[in-house]
């Protein structure tokens, strides 16, 4: 079975730019999870969906970050603009469904922002 | 007081021995919780739950403790490959449910 898939790996962009996120979850996975991992934490939910509708996005900053899950299946982060404490790794991560509690995480992708 | 609290650490060990971490955690509603293990620049993966009394999986033991409001991961006869960090998980919340993770404990088994 694929797991979570995630691009790009790494992403090196200048303050104030924009950048975007892509996952694709496990088949079948209704729920979908956004976090932010800085150096030396532990994962930060940043917003939560399932299917196409947000459960809960009350840690994501609405000022620069937004994401969508379209048809309920992939998904999208983006930060526009970017600023320097935002240099984390962004893990997407999937689960079966509520009644299921073992989530699974994509590779990340390692933001710098310079 | 953080949610979901743990020792940083580093745990050196020498390869053999046993060790044990502790994850406090504040909510004392939780009922589910988990342990995963972090390789350096790698995703998190998920190493037991913890839903009850407790778990085992060959050399890994997890145990809750609700009176103390903590889960313990005991790792036995540790091998160099378990090196790694450590991050314990509570699933909790009122309405609707999320994972708040611990900070990770970082292990390092020596030879």
């Known amino acids: 079975e694929a797991g979570v898939a995630q691009s790009p790996r790494y992403k090196i962009i200048e303050k104030r730019q924009s950048v975007a996120f892509w996952c694709n979850p496990i088949?079948?996975?209704?729920?979908l999870y956004w976090y932010q991992q800085i150096l030396g934490q532990g994962p930060k939910l940043l917003i939560q969906?399932?299917?196409?509708?947000?459960?809960?996005d009350s840690q994501l900053p609405k000022d620069r970050f937004s994401a969508e899950r379209l048809k309920g299946v992939d998904s999208t982060l983006k930060i526009q603009p970017a600023k320097l404490e935002d240099s984390a790794v962004y893990l997407c991560?999937?689960?079966?469904?509520?009644?299921?509690?073992?989530?699974?995480f994509g590779p990340g992708t390692r933001l710098t922002v310079t | 007081r953080k949610e979901v609290e743990q020792d940083p650490g580093p745990f050196n060990v020498p390869e053999g021995a046993t060790v044990a971490f502790n994850c406090t955690y504040s909510?004392?509603?939780?009922?589910?919780f988990f342990w995963y293990r972090q390789d350096c620049r790698k995703e998190p993966k998920l190493l037991m739950s913890v839903y009850s009394s407790g778990n085992e999986d060959g050399r890994f033991t997890a145990q809750l403790n609700r009176a103390s409001q903590y889960i313990s991961l005991l790792i036995r006869d540790s091998k160099l490959s378990d090196s790694a960090t450590y991050l314990c998980a509570d699933y909790c919340g009122s309405g609707t449910y999320k994972y708040i993770f611990g900070t990770g404990t970082r292990l390092k088994v020596l030879a």
């Open positions: 909510n004392s509603a939780s009922q589910s």
């Open positions: 969906f399932q299917n196409n509708g947000v459960v809960d």
């Open positions: 088949s079948g996975h209704a729920t």
């Open positions: 991560a999937s689960r079966y469904d509520s009644l299921v509690y073992e989530q699974y």
